[in-house]
C-alpha cells in the first residue's frame, strides 16, 4: 500500500526503522510486541517458511528492544537479574537466559549480550523489563546506568544468510561463532552483528545504531542478497514451532517456572551469587514441577493457520492443560504444537483430545523439538 496510515492503530505504537521499507518490499499486515509494529504478513506464510529454509529471509526484529545496562556495578546487576550463571560470559558472547520475579515466574526470556566488560545489552521478547530492571537497581542500590539506547535489529536467517554476510563484511564473518558477536562498520554504519536468531536456522541478527538509517541498510542488505535467494519475510510461527523455540506470552508467562519447560540448565541453584527467585525456584525444584510442556501431533486436517486462542488438553474426560502453540507443518506434512500439561499426565506416546475451536481431535504426546533436535543446523 502506498497510504502508510492505513497501517496505524495510533501513535503510541512506534513505528521501527525499518517499517517504510517493509511495507515498499510487501508487507502486508502488522501486530504489536513491545508497543512497536512489528510485520506479520509477506504474503503466504507456507511460502515464507520455504524462502527461510532454502534460501534466506530478512525480517525487522525491532521489536526486540534492547535495555543497556552500564556503570562499575554493571555484571553483578545483570547476574542479579537473572537465574542463568554468567560467571564465565566472556566479552563478546551472548547468552539465552531468563527474567524471574521472586516468586519463580518467568518475565522475559532474552538474549543478553556483553558488548563491553562493563556494558550489556538485554534483547527482549515482549514485555517492559526496563522498569523491572531500573526498579531493582533503584531499590537494591546497584551502581548502574540502565536506558533504552538507539538499537534496531534484524533478523537475516536461513542457510544463504551466510553468503549474503559475506557479500556485505567479507569473507572473515565466516568464522563468527555460533551466540557470539561482532562490532562492525557497514559503509559509515556502526553495527553490532551476532549469529543469533529466533528461526531454528543459520543466521546472523544485525543492530543498527542510528535509527535514522533503517531504510539505507535495509536496501543495502536486500541488494546483497539478490544472488542468492534473499526474500523480504517474517518470523516463521511454522519454523520455530519445528524448533520447539518458546513464544513469550504464548508457551510460557509471569506463571510458568523454568522447572516446567525443561530449562533447568538455565537455573544455578547452587551458585554462590544471589539472583531474583532464587529461593522460590530451590523450593519449586525441591517439590517438582506440577506440569511439563510436551509436544504433540494433532490428528486432524491441516490447520489454516496457528491457534488463536488456548485450546484443551483432555484425557479421561479431565482436562490437563492446554495447546499453547499449534500449526500445520508443510515439511512434516502434520499439525505439530507445543502444550502444557500436568506432570502426572507425561506419558510419551499416550494419546490426548485436543478440543478445538470447530471440534475435538485425537493427539499424540511426543518429545521436542519435532525437527533437527541437536540444533545442527544453527551449528554450521
Known amino acids: 500500500m502506498d497510504d502508510l496510515d492505513d497501517f496505524c492503530f495510533g501513535t503510541q505504537i512506534r513505528k521501527s526503522p525499518y517499517f ?5 518490499w510487501g508487507a502486508k499486515a502488522f501486530s504489536v510486541y513491545n508497543h512497536m509494529y512489528i510485520p506479520r504478513d509477506f504474503g503466504d506464510p507456507e511460502q515464507n517458511f520455504w524462502n527461510l529454509v532454502n534460501d534466506a529471509i530478512l525480517c525487522d526484529v525491532s521489536v526486540e528492544r534492547q535495555v543497556e545496562i552500564t556503570g562499575p556495578d554493571a555484571a553483578v546487576f545483570v547476574q542479579y537479574l537473572t537465574p542463568r550463571d554468567l560467571s564465565q560470559m566472556a566479552v563478546g558472547q551472548c547468552k539465552y537466559a531468563l527474567i ?41 542500590g546497584f551502581n548502574v546506568n540502565i536506558c533504552e539506547p538507539d538499537a534496531s535489529p534484524l533478523q537475516l536467517q536461513g542457510p544463504r544468510s551466510m553468503d549474503v554476510m559475506k557479500t556485505l563484511f567479507g569473507d572473515e564473518i565466516a568464522h563468527l561463532k555460533y551466540y557470539w558477536i561482532r562490532h562492525l562498520r557497514l559503509d559509515d554504519m556502526d553495527l553490532i552483528v551476532s549469529r543469533t536468531g529466533w528461526s531454528s536456522e543459520l543466521g546472523y541478527e544485525i543492530y543498527l545504531q542510528d535509527g535514522a538509517r533503517g531504510t539505507e541498510l535495509w536496501e543495502k542488505i536486500m541488494l546483497a542478497g539478490v544472488p542468492f535467494g534473499l526474500k ?48 522460590a525456584l530451590r523450593q519449586i525444584k525441591i517439590a517438582g514441577a506440577k506440569r511439563k510442556q510436551v509436544g504433540l501431533i494433532l490428528k486432524t486436517m491441516p490447520l489454516s493457520g496457528p491457534n488463536t486462542e488456548f485450546w484443551p488438553v483432555n484425557r479421561d474426560n479431565k482436562t490437563i492443560g492446554k495447546v499453547t502453540s ?24 499416550a494419546n490426548v483430545q485436543v478440543r478445538m475451536a470447530n471440534g475435538v481431535c485425537n493427539a499424540e504426546i511426543v518429545m521436542l523439538p519435532f525437527f533437527d533436535p541437536t540444533k545442527n543446523i544453527v551449528r554450521v
Do not use: C
Not at 517504510?20 to 515498499?24: L, N
Not at 499449534?326 to 506416546?349: C, F, T, W
Open 326 to 349: 499449534a500449526v500445520y507443518s508443510p515439511r512434516l506434512e502434520k499439525n505439530i504444537a507445543m502444550a502444557m500439561i500436568d506432570h502426572q499426565s507425561l506419558e510419551i506416546g
Open 20 to 24: 517504510e521499507a517493509t511495507v515498499k
Open 232 to 279: 523480504a519475510g517474517h518470523t516463521s510461527t511454522i519454523r520455530r514451532i519445528e524448533g520447539g523455540m518458546l513464544s513469550y506470552h504464548a508457551d510460557m508467562d509471569i506463571h510458568t517456572n523454568p522447572f516446567e519447560l525443561g530449562l533447568e540448565r538455565l537455573v544455578a541453584i547452587d551458585a554462590p551469587h544471589e539472583f531474583v527467585g532464587k529461593e
Open 100 to 140: 524471574t520475579n521472586a516468586e519463580g515466574g518467568i518475565l522475559n526470556d532474552p538474549i543478553i549480550l556483553r558488548l563491553e566488560e562493563n556494558k550489556f545489552w538485554i534483547s527482549l521478547a515482549d514485555s517492559d523489563v526496563l522498569f523491572w530492571a531500573q526498579g531493582l537497581a533503584v531499590n537494591a
